[in-house]
């Protein structure tokens, strides 16, 4: 045998690596059960992943997560909303943005959200929708430009103040007035995604975007509409403190009872589904903090979903790091639970 003439060639890169032929030429070396355990599959024609990254007070990661996502490989849509950070992030997003890869300018009109659309022709406004009840004021805006035409604008908001807007690269970038939490971030995110599955990464550095390759692989197999990254059901991973596992388990075990799928780790951040799945849920979604993760499960279970689960990379981050959540949070979910578990409201 000529090891010359057998292996696939050439290598991987980010333009073939989910190609239908290049993906046939290593199921015929490695066959099709290695090629499944190492997450090699073809993607759809035209696939894109939307990745929704909430952003509050984290200039010193953000940057970083961006270039990892960017360097999966994968065909990405990635929409950064920022929530009234007020450390350098907005500074921080403009400036890595703008240096991206380019694309087409589109506008977006988010559903009660005043929003405006900047090309290389200037700006306009665009029908801001039905507003939404208290309507949370943001600027939108959404990008896809030629760098080079990149342009700043502004636009009114429904509480009347004036806020800036951005033509940048290859992503969306929302802006909230306000911090408002990260279930108010996802929801935004949520009504501007237009890819085919949606995906929540962090904007800090505890997840890894190497591992949505392997999130996405049952999705696009049909042979799940839900997928969650465990943290903790397998050994390959860094162990967090015995407290931080302890109320993660106790909660996801009393949420499990609550909703119905036998998960291990319901707070994950990484929580992937089709669009139109997210898209069900979202005039249902009212948490804005962190109690999304228990609404989110819930709304996902009483669709009658298939759920499952896959291992993933964490790397446990501490307060004086920027870790947001705390036992205020342990206790909100404690209520989410019986809101939308047990009284199924």
């Known amino acids: 045998m000529n090891p010359q003439s057998d292996c696939p060639s050439p290598g991987p890169t980010q333009g073939n690596m989910f190609d239908a032929s290049y993906v046939a030429q290593i199921t015929n070396w490695l066959g099709s059960d290695a090629c499944r355990q190492l997450s090699i599959y073809a993607l759809p024609d035209e696939f894109r992943l939307t990745v929704i990254v909430p952003v509050y007070n984290e200039c010193d990661t953000v940057q970083e997560v961006i270039a990892k996502l960017r360097k999966t490989g994968l065909p990405l849509e990635i929409i950064l909303v920022d929530d009234g950070s007020d450390d350098g992030s907005s500074e921080v997003l403009s400036k890595m943005v703008l240096a991206g890869p380019s ?5 977006v009109g988010l559903q009660g959200v005043g929003a405006v659309g900047v090309g290389a022709h200037g700006a306009g406004t665009l029908d801001a929708g039905a507003q939404r009840a208290g309507a949370e004021a943001i600027d939108a805006y959404r990008v896809g430009s030629n760098v080079a035409g990149a342009q700043d604008a502004s636009v009114l908001e429904p509480g009347g103040e004036v806020a800036s807007a951005q033509v940048v690269g290859d992503v969306q970038l929302i802006r909230h007035q306000v911090n408002r939490g990260k279930g108010a971030a996802i929801r935004t995110g949520v009504e501007a995604a237009t890819g085919d599955v949606i995906v929540i990464q962090d904007a800090d550095s505890e997840y890894n975007p190497d591992d949505l390759r392997g ?8 042979s799940a509409d839900v997928v969650y990254g465990t943290r903790y059901g397998h050994c390959d991973r860094q162990l967090s403190p015995w407290w931080h596992q302890a109320v993660n388990a106790f909660i996801t075990m009393l949420a499990s009872v609550a909703i119905g799928p036998r998960l291990s780790d319901v707070e994950t951040c990484y929580k992937m589904a089709r669009t139109e799945h997210f898209k069900a849920v979202l005039p249902k979604l009212k948490e804005d903090r962190f109690g999304i993760e228990i609404e989110l499960t819930a709304r996902f279970a009483r669709m009658g979903l298939r ?11 501490w307060y004086d790091e920027g870790k947001k959540i705390t036992w205020k949070d342990g206790v ?3 209520y989410c639970i019986a809101k939308y578990g047990f009284l199924k409201r």
């Open 103 to 107: 694309g087409n300018t589109q506008s």
């Open 332 to 334: 909100a979910a404690l």
């Open 215 to 222: 999130l996405l692989q049952p999705l696009v197999e049909r």
């Open 307 to 317: 759920f499952t689960e896959r291992p993933i990379r964490y790397q446990h981050r």
